[in-house]
């Protein structure tokens, strides 16, 4: 029996061409500025050990809490004579890492949570949507910590927290999607064809759930990467010396009196990164979520 690869004709779907990326883009000149800025971002982090002047532990103690110059720290030091620009760059590596790690696991954990409720229905629907309404009782940031006091800290500990802080969320995304496409004419007819239920989904709904779940991936980069910058800053991320941005923050509000650049450099970094990781997410959901699509 021929499988059935009738398109879906009630979800609008827009084709995700390079051509009209760049059309796109040229048409938004903050998008492509946000690119920009994000592609800097991950290139320094990529190449933070030679584009960093010095190590991010490295102690001048010279120079401690020195400001801003033209000299060997052009964006001055610590209460401990580190280099802050070497430390910001560096500390792109970890929010870019715990960023896209949490997010990984909460789409992860989601696709499987959501893609099991929205196609087995009943009981099971029922059961799944409860655990994840628990999971949604609790803002994210909340919930990290709890789990943060359980698994205790580091980087890993922080990536596997926030990202099941974010399994809720993205559970209800992939349901509502599956239900949509399990309503539509062309899965209805391949059932009726013949094409066994695995098939199916394989080929007609887990394609039209993972193009969503991927869009609202991007989205929710700049969330994680908040929320984790928000544990380090509380105390309960991740642990000194590491150079992340909530934590250098916390280190210099004792100081923003006087000393105002050790809190100041780290916080403009990553404000920075999070408006520009949210006008792209912005930018490629109104590009090619197909729920926005509107017909010409």
Known sequence: M???????????RRPATLAGVWAYARSHVWFLIACAVALA????????????????????????MSPPAWGPHLLGTDSFGQDLLSRTIYGA??????????????AFGGLVIGMAA????????????????????????????????ILGQGVDKVVLAVGVALIGPFSRTVRGDVLQ???????????????????????????????????????RVSYAILVSSG???????????????????????????????????PGAALAILLIALSVVGDGVR???DPKLKKEA
Request: proline share 7%; hydrophobic share 60%.
């Open 2 to 12: 021929a499988d059935v690869t009738l398109p879906a004709a009630g979800l609008r």
């Open 41 to 64: 971002y991950v290139l320094a982090a990529a190449f933070a050990p030679w584009v960093a002047p010095h190590a991010p532990t490295d102690q001048d103690m010279m120079n401690f």
């Open 93 to 106: 590596r970890y929010a870019l890492a715990i960023g896209l790690g949490a997010v990984a696991i909460g």
């Open 118 to 149: 929205g196609l087995s229905g009943g009981a099971v629907e029922w059961a799944l949507m409860r655990f994840v309404d628990a999971l949604l009782a609790l803002p994210s940031l909340i919930m990290a910590i709890a789990f943060i006091s």
């Open 181 to 219: 496409v399990k309503a539509q004419a062309f899965v209805e007819a391949a059932g009726l064809m013949g094409v066994k239920r695995l098939m199916v989904v394989w080929r007609h709904v887990l394609p039209n759930v993972i193009f969503p779940l991927a869009v609202q991936a991007t989205i």
């Open 231 to 265: 544990l380090s800053f509380l105390g309960i991320g991740v642990t000194p010396p590491t150079p992340d941005w909530g934590l250098m923050i916390a280190e210099g509000r004792s100081f923003v009196s006087f000393a105002p650049w050790i809190a100041g450099v």
């Open 286 to 288: 109104e590009q090619f």
